[in-house]
């Protein structure tokens, strides 16, 4: 089964940076998107960023310039780098994955996604 272990969330101020990595296992991810999403108290999960097999990156607009999604098709990892945190980027921090074939639409919404991670938790005090 499908087993994605996220670790390096942690209270930093603004400004500061983190590291959030995520290891997945459980079967081959060829053709696999692996994306990060995140979900503040009382709000809804929101995407954040996903990376394709093929190497292609989207990210939210609010993170964009800050934030850079990447991946280990070799250890099947994806790592999230967060500069410049706000406040306002604190939640609890989602590794996911999901079947994305070439020529199919990648997926930015969290019902896209077949499997999750337990989460981590980033707080970004002013």
């Known amino acids: 089964q499908v087993k994605l272990v996220e670790s390096g969330g942690g209270l930093v101020q603004a400004g500061d940076s983190l590291r959030l990595s995520c290891a997945a296992s459980?079967?081959?991810?060829?053709?696999?998107?692996m994306g990060w999403f995140r979900q503040a108290p009382g709000k809804e999960r929101e995407f954040v960023a996903t990376?394709?097999?093929?190497?292609?990156?989207y990210y939210e607009d609010s993170v964009k310039g800050r934030f850079a999604i990447s991946r280990d098709n070799t250890k099947n990892t994806v790592s999230l780098q967060m500069n410049s945190l706000k406040p306002e980027d604190t939640a609890v921090y989602y590794c996911a994955v999901t079947h994305s074939p070439p020529g199919w639409r990648i997926g930015l919404r969290a019902a896209e996604y077949d499997h999750w991670g337990q989460g981590t938790q980033v707080t970004v005090s002013s």
């Open positions: 990376v394709a097999w093929s190497g292609s990156k």
């Open positions: 459980g079967r081959a991810f060829v053709d696999y998107a």
